[in-house]
Structures are given as structure tokens and as C-alpha cells.
Nanobody
Framework: QLVESGGGLVQTGGSLRLSCAAS????????TGWFRQAPGKEREFVAAISWNGGSTDYADSVKGRFTISRDNPKNTVYLQMNNLKPEDTAVYYC??????????????WGQGTLVTVSS
């Protein structure tokens, strides 16, 4: 089970940190990441991190602004989001168990947390 937290309302240029807490399974051995879905748009890849944190991947739209990290002893993955823009407004989903940027490739999904960036 994956549970996200940390979403909310922030002004343009602000920051938020999302957390994804995992319970059960072998979370620490999974590549873990974040997807987002804005109203009326398809779900899109945001960022991913390897099981040991040694490798990260970012969508071009967030590169340089977002940072993904993980704390395996705490079974938690984080997404630090800086310099937020209105186009970052979306429901953000934590995922685990996949190997690509495709949403269909991930076996485990959280319920989502809403991030709203006001202009």
C-alpha cells in the first residue's frame, strides 16, 4: 500500500514536498516514482528513482525544479518540488514496481494527492 501526503495550494514560485509512505511488500527493492494527472489530460510521468537511490529520471518539464529521493529504512519516497508553476497543478500519484515511464508499467499506485499552483 502506498499513501501520499504533502499536497496543497501554493503560489507560483513556491515549494512543496510530497511524501509516499509504503507498507507491506518489498518496497525497498522497487523502482519508485511519481506520475501526475491534470484535469482533462492524460496521466504523465514526473520522476522515478531506483531501489537504492543510485539512479534518477525526470521528465523534461520538471528537470532542475523537482528532486526525487528515498529513505528505505523509513519506507518513504519524497518529491521536492521547487519553483512551482500553474502548469504543475495536478493530482500526483506515487507508484512502485515498474521499470519505465509508462503508467501501465507500474503495479502499485497510491490514491493521489492534489497539488494546486495559483498564478
Amino acid at each position: 500500500q502506498l499513501v501520499e501526503s504533502g499536497g496543497g495550494l501554493v503560489q507560483t514560485g513556491g515549494s512543496l514536498r510530497l511524501s509516499c509512505a509504503a507498507s507491506g511488500g518489498t518496497f525497498n527493492y522497487y523502482r519508485t516514482g511519481w506520475f501526475r494527472q491534470a484535469p482533462g489530460k492524460e496521466r504523465e510521468f514526473v520522476a522515478a528513482i531506483s531501489w537504492n537511490g543510485g539512479s534518477t529520471d525526470y521528465a523534461d518539464s520538471v528537470k532542475g525544479r523537482f528532486t526525487i529521493s528515498r529513505d528505505n529504512p523509513k519506507n518513504t519516497v519524497y518529491l521536492q518540488m521547487n519553483n512551482l508553476k500553474p502548469e504543475d497543478t495536478a493530482v500526483y500519484y506515487c507508484v512502485a514496481g515498474g521499470t519505465s515511464r509508462s503508467p501501465t508499467g507500474y503495479a502499485y499506485w497510491g490514491q493521489g494527492t492534489l497539488v494546486t499552483v495559483s498564478s
